[in-house]
């Protein structure tokens, strides 16, 4: 008698799954330095200018690539700005205007695709990213105070913010409708120091004959103060005069008096001591015009001939 018996036999196959290598993940670092306008003494008309470099650091790629970056300049976090061209820092309730550009030439203005009215939508960096390494690029920032403000004296600030696009690996020629990737603040700043400018048109009392009677005339002095700064003008004797009253005007050893003043009906006179009979004002940002007053009282007249004095005009502040 034959038993057969059977055997079964299990074949367990173990699988061991090897996971992928991972995929690399594309970033981009945005730094940006502060964009110093510093010390400024410019009045309307003028303009100041600043330049400011931001740099972007890409990497996290296993083979060598080109990223595509949009980096913008969004409205300022103060709230006050309204376009590219138009924003400010500010000093107390003070504000100084300015503009961002991505040009030296200052016609196009650096805004951002996330701010409307900013006018413009960005500007695209290329950055070459090595394997597993570290690729940069840099690019400048050009700002100018508009010209068309006055400026008050003061320490202004404020910031700019910074925003970058999430990297792209296929080219990209604008920033229209970019995904933001995150943004971060620069400061921005400019000093306005207080300065004033001065100058004088000449007073001509014109041809006379005797002076058997007084002889008016009047000139103006034109004064540019920053905003708000107080200043003083004071006019010294001239070349041989010993009073705001008893200047000369000479024609060799022959002399002419004659008086500077504040004042239409030649009760102020014009000097140089401060407090006294000194001008006094504060300024605008603009030119400002302060006139001076002339009197040749009746004297004994002088030889014929041309008489003429030098005054020096001083502003103060």
Excluded: H
């Excluded at 016609?107 to 009215?117: I, V």
């Excluded at 920033?175 to 933001?180: D, K, L, Q, V």
């Amino acid at each position: 008698m034959t038993t057969v018996t059977r055997i079964s036999l299990l074949l367990a196959a173990l699988f061991i799954l090897k996971p992928g290598a991972a995929r690399a993940a594309l970033s981009c670092a945005t730094s940006a330095g502060t964009l110093a306008f510093g010390s400024v003494t410019v009045t309307t008309g003028s303009s100041a200018t600043a330049t400011n470099t931001v740099t972007l650091s890409c990497s996290g790629v296993t083979s060598a690539t080109t990223a595509y970056v949009c980096v913008g300049i969004a409205a300022d976090p103060n709230g006050l700005a309204t376009s590219a061209t138009n924003r400010y820092l500010t000093s107390g309730s003070n504000r100084l205007q300015y503009g961002t550009y991505t040009d030296a030439t200052y016609t196009m203005g650096w805004g951002s695709w996330s701010w409307a009215s900013g006018g413009t939508a960005g500007k695209v960096f290329t950055v070459a990213v090595p394997a597993n390494g570290t690729g940069t690029a840099s690019v400048a920032i050009y700002a100018r105070l508009s010209s068309t403000q006055t400026f008050a004296a003061g320490s202004y600030s404020g910031f700019m913010r910074i925003q970058t696009s999430v990297p792209s690996t296929t080219a990209i020629t604008n920033c229209a409708g970019s995904t933001s990737a995150g943004t971060a603040n620069a400061l921005a700043s400019a000093t306005v120091a207080a300065s004033c400018m001065i100058s004088a048109s000449d007073l001509n009392f014109g041809t006379v004959g005797l002076l058997a009677s007084e002889v008016t005339g009047s000139t103006s002095l034109a004064v540019t103060c920053t905003n708000g700064t107080a200043y003083t003008i004071g006019l010294n004797n001239g070349l041989t005069g010993t009073g705001p009253t008893q200047r000369k005007m000479t024609n060799g050893t022959a002399s002419v008096t004659y008086g500077l003043y504040r004042d239409a009906s030649e009760t102020l006179p014009f000097g140089n001591t401060s407090g006294t009979n000194t001008y006094s004002g504060s300024g605008s940002g603009v030119s400002q015009a302060v006139t001076v007053y002339g009197r040749v009282p009746a004297q004994t007249s002088p030889i014929p001939g041309t008489y003429s004095d030098t005054i020096v005009a001083t502003v103060t502040y």
